[in-house]
């Protein structure tokens, strides 16, 4: 009786799992998503990703290694705020156009652009049209019908 009680327990509090994906599966469907957009698509999708990270991403990390390696950031009065503030003071330096605060915000487009660029000088791209046959005639050659029954 007990351990009837305990196998029906077991089977009402601990179901039978669900199969469970790999734990790239997430990944690879992300992936398949990207290479399903068309050019243009993927483009824009690189470029907001890379804008979001200079815009947020990069101020936090800053926020985060200033730090640890200088202290508190102080924030006027208050000695100790946090990274809040920080973004408060990016963007409003981002609207009074002060350079170094651009060269934050567009440091990672940049350096896709840049990697980009060196990439093609290192690995030239591959012609899309095959080369053309030099013996080749452009006269047409009409279909006949063997009297043999081919």
């Known amino acids: ?7 029906l327990i077991t089977k009402v ?4 799992s669900l199969p469970r994906s790999p ?12 290479y ?21 991403v990069v101020p936090l990390l800053i926020w985060v290694v200033g730090n640890r390696i200088l202290g508190p950031y102080s924030h006027g009065n208050n000695l100790h705020a946090g990274p809040m503030a920080l973004l408060g003071d990016f ?10 605060y651009w060269i934050v915000a567009l440091g990672p487009l940049a350096i896709i652009v ?18 053309k046959n030099p013996n080749k005639s452009n006269t047409r050659i009409e279909p006949t019908v063997a009297k043999d029954g081919l």
């Open 1 to 7: 009786m007990t351990a009837a009680l305990i196998f």
């Open 13 to 16: 509090l601990c179901p039978a």
């Open 91 to 100: 963007y409003a330096g981002l609207s009074q156009g002060w350079p170094s």
């Open 23 to 34: 734990p790239l599966e997430p990944v690879s469907r992300i992936r398949r998503l990207f």
């Open 114 to 131: 840049l990697a980009r660029a060196l990439w093609e000088l290192i690995v030239p791209r591959k012609s899309v049209q095959p080369p």
């Open 36 to 56: 399903v957009q068309s050019r243009i698509g993927r483009e824009l999708i690189l470029f907001g990703s890379a804008l979001l990270l200079g815009l947020v």
